[in-house]
């Protein structure tokens, strides 16, 4: 055969059935814990390391021998569990080429030529896919996570032939393979009766789902004696993850953990920068997939010099926001934020804290306070004060967005993070104007809580920084869903 000839099967292959072609990484020999030239490992030959035994790695060039992760061990750890198996990892590991990749082979079978070559190419045993297609569940936290990170990465392994009911819209989807394997898109926000009827061979969960979720899924893979494969950078804390794969996982549970520094094509000392600026306990989990207990200041990055600015004129052509969280006896809080969509920075140039006052006094003040402002892109609120947004809505007109709470008080603190960590420029994504004390005072105290168990921050100090959660969290969603 010509060489010609080869390459252009080859490039049929890839086209046709991506999968047959698609390898799992593993750990290359060079520095990579992320410190460059001030790491203690040796400079390394850069070639691939061989598997000695399980976390164990080895470059016979070198004659180096050092605990890494890898892709191929989280598959072949895999077969380790019988219900289910956690496979955290720290950000950009690759847990979600991962997911996808295993779950286009169990939906198809082994019986595609395909997917034995998957198997083969990646050292992985052939009884760890079952033989005939089937129906598999991919679950992301909400279809706007689907559309943007699992359906195209699904969509990348699928063989030729594949068809596709609704892939493009926020909505239940799903895909069928030529030999009638399907895969089924659903969303963890949807709650717990959008899984509830069914019975399927393997669901994946890409990041943590609602617990009452997962416990829907585990009833749907009885019958079919099937498996479910959480990949999941565990930002939540000592969750329910932590309890049924850590702490006192039943019978049948495994986990992996796989690092990003060990990905190849990844540079760690990038990643390792990318980080830097959070606290130890978070780098944990965003390096290494690490369950971590948080202690001290829920927000250490906020610094006064850094993040908060005197006020200056706002320019009318930047969107406007306001973000409530409701009380009396606690304060009632509102925030009025200006975005700075060009640079995407967050201004918060006014506050409102005030006990004992009834609803619609507060609705009043916020009125009269905001009255020569722009007009604003929306009002968001904590979504468990319904009689309150009703109140508002009815009373004085005031239309208020429901915060995504579903996202959990874990994920939309990281949101904050993120914007209070510096870009190349050493520029923060939000700002604090000088004129909003209370607010500022609420970064200095706000703590996590002592009490050992699940990470939370403690009920005070709280309601500004709730308030400002909601905010961003609903510009998350809201961005995300725009694109």
Known sequence: MSLQRARRQLLDVMRGYPLALSRLW???????????????????CGHEMRMVGLGSYRCDRCDVEEA?????????????????????????????????????????????????????????????????????WYVALSYGDALEYGRPKL????????????WRAQDRAAMRLPNGGRIVSLSDSAGREAFQGASVKFVWCDEEPDQEVFEECMLRIVDTKGKILITATPLKGLSFMYDFFVDSPPQGFDRYAISGLDNPYISSNKLRRAVAHLSEASQNARLFGMFTSQSGLVYPEFDRSIHVAKPFEIPDHWPRDVAIDFGVRNPFVALWLAHDEDNDVLYVYREYFKTEKTTLENGRMMLALGAKDPDLRWVVADPESRDGRLLLSRELGLLTKPAPKHMGVMETIGLVKDRLKLNAEGKPALVVFNNCKELIKEFRKYKWSKTKGKDKPEKIHDHGMDALRYECAFLYRYRKHRQ
């Open 26 to 44: 593993v750990p290359h020999c060079h520095r990579w814990d992320g410190f460059g030239s001030k790491s203690e490992r040796v400079r390394g």
């Open 68 to 136: 890494r992760t890898s892709q191929r061990e989280a598959a072949i750890r895999f077969m380790n569990s019988d219900e289910a198996y956690l496979c955290t990892g720290g950000n950009r590991a690759g847990k979600t080429q991962f997911g996808a990749q295993l779950a286009v082979a169990i939906a198809a079978g082994r019986d595609q030529w395909w997917v034995r070559e998957w198997l083969r190419l990646n050292d992985l045993p052939e009884d760890m896919v079952q033989r005939k297609p089937q129906t598999v």
């Open 155 to 166: 969509e990348q392994y699928a063989p030729q032939g594949t068809r596709y009911t609704r």
